[in-house]
T-cell receptor
């Protein structure tokens, strides 16, 4: 059984660019969710996918989008990056609602 | 609006002393609450959930609907309890986290 893995671990992008973050779910988990964690804050829910369909979204603009693939891996895409998008992005997979297994995160810096 | 409040950013407790990490929530429905923990250089992980009514690593948490609280308690703190603790509320299909409390156990 493998845990949740995210790539890359660190990333630096320029304002206005686009970024794709990747997540490999824990074996057997069909639900994946993404969170943004700014410095000194708790994780904030971005959206969730269940069997390749988005089934929940937090208070984030449409330039935050995602995909879930048949093998339940996932991508988070952010267009038109802004300085405030700098944060730790966490992916979590689950098979029981609320019981989330987190990846180690991707640290995104927008300059 | 649904909200989770952890009033303390930092809590310092001597080893062997009791620990209480406070969590209050705002939710009109039937709440489902969790505590997550992040130890140094490790990923965020589930500590316990209220519906399980279990004790994990000596920690317990009781849901008090009257006070809308879900405080995390441990009778005797250990050095390995030093970590960041997040209270979380499940709302529909999403989890709302508090801002977290850093627990620092003093020797």
């Amino acid at each position: 059984e493998t845990g949740v893995t995210q790539s890359p671990t660190h990333l630096i992008k320029t304002r206005g660019q686009q970024v794709t973050l990747r997540c490999s779910s824990q074996s057997g988990h069909n639900t994946v969710s993404w969170y943004q964690q700014a410095l000194g804050q708790g994780p904030q829910f971005i959206f969730q996918y269940y069997r390749e369909e988005e089934n929940g979204r937090g208070n984030f603009p449409p330039r935050f989008s995602g995909l879930q693939f048949p093998n339940y891996s996932s991508e988070l895409n952010v267009n038109a990056l802004e300085l405030d998008d700098s944060a730790l992005y966490l992916c979590a997979s689950s098979s029981v609602p609320g019981v989330a297994f987190f990846g180690q995160g991707t640290r995104l810096t927008v300059v | 609006a649904q909200r989770v409040t952890q009033p303390e950013k930092l809590l310092s407790v001597f080893k062997g002393a009791p620990v209480e990490l406070k969590c209050n929530y705002s939710y009109s429905g039937s709440p489902e609450l969790f505590w997550y923990v992040q130890y140094s250089r490790q990923r965020l992980q589930l500590l316990l959930r209220h519906i399980s009514r279990e004790s994990i690593k000596g920690f317990t948490a009781d849901l008090n609907k009257g006070e809308t609280s879900f405080h995390l308690k441990k009778p005797f703190a250990q050095e390995e309890d030093s970590a960041m603790y997040y209270c979380a509320l499940k709302v529909d299909d999403k989890i709302i986290f508090g801002k977290g409390t850093r627990l620092h156990i003093l020797p």
